[in-house]
T-cell receptor, first 112, second 115 residues
Framework: QQQVKQSPQSLIVQKGGISIINCAYE??????FPWYQQFPGKGPALLIA?????SEKKEGRFTISFNKSAKQFSLHIMDSQPGDSATYFC???????????FGQGTRLTINP | DSGVTQTPKHLITATGQRVTLRCSPR?????VYWYQQSLDQGLQFLIQ???????AKGNILERFSAQQFPDLHSELNLSSLELGDSALYFC??????????????FGSGTRLTVV
């Protein structure tokens, strides 16, 4: 129940296209859903996060869509750029939890 | 620079040996989290310390141990190393003890290679 399942494992998108990464969870107590971006040789960095009281959150070209009934959330990257090439992790946590539970990661490649 | 400092960046050691990884949290952060990242396992939570006390434990092997010192830096000790321990080890920090409220700031990691 503590798992977060992320798909796809890898994704190739053309420059200017939309990148979509999906995550699903089982634990209905989860109420904090961040996305992390990791470049080679670096640690993951917080990109954007959402709480279940909203269905969508947008920051620049990055949007999280949240479907509480389906227990799914996704990251959309609009107008994808080569600089967006990185590994993306979704994560989840619940109030009172000491740790984040991470998905397996998606390696995103944006072709120029 | 995230403000979380990990040393060393790279470590190569032989099986059966013991190593210590060090982490200095971001200024003002009281919590330190250790994660192991391998190709097939993603980011696996090992252990969390808050202001010197162990607060949460994940899939940490008995051969591994950690502590957080009064100056809030933390050390992860890995002993009787096996080839399968080769991985990236990340430290992260946060102000409070509840990750669900604020997320983490990660360091750049220590790449451990066991040969």
């Amino acid at each position: 129940q503590q798992q977060v399942k992320q798909s796809p494992q890898s994704l190739i998108v053309q420059k200017g296209g939309i990148s979509i990464i999906n995550c699903a969870y089982e634990n209905t107590a989860f109420d904090y859903f961040p996305w992390y971006q990791q470049f080679p040789g670096k640690g993951p960095a917080l990109l954007i996060a959402i709480r279940p009281d909203v269905s969508e959150k947008k920051e620049g070209r990055f949007t999280i869509s949240f479907n509480k009934s389906a227990k799914q959330f996704s990251l959309h990257i609009m107008d994808s750029q080569p600089g967006d090439s990185a590994t993306y992790f979704c994560a989840a946590s619940n109030q009172g939890a000491q740790k984040l539970v991470f998905g397996q990661g998606t390696r995103l490649t944006i072709n120029p | 620079d995230s403000g979380v400092t990990q040393t060393p960046k790279h470590l190569i050691t032989a099986t059966g040996q013991r190593v210590t990884l060090r982490c200095s949290p971001r200024s003002g952060d009281l919590s330190v989290y250790w994660y192991q990242q391998s190709l097939d396992q993603g980011l696996q939570f090992l252990i969390q310390y808050y202001n010197g006390e162990e607060r949460a434990k994940g899939n940490i092997l008995e051969r591994f141990s950690a502590q957080q010192f009064p100056d809030l830096h933390s050390e992860l000790n890995l002993s009787s190393l096996e080839l399968g321990d080769s991985a990236l080890y990340f430290c992260a920090s946060s102000v409070g003890s509840l990750a669900g409220r604020e997320g983490y700031t990660f360091g750049s990691g220590t790449r451990l290679t066991v040969v």
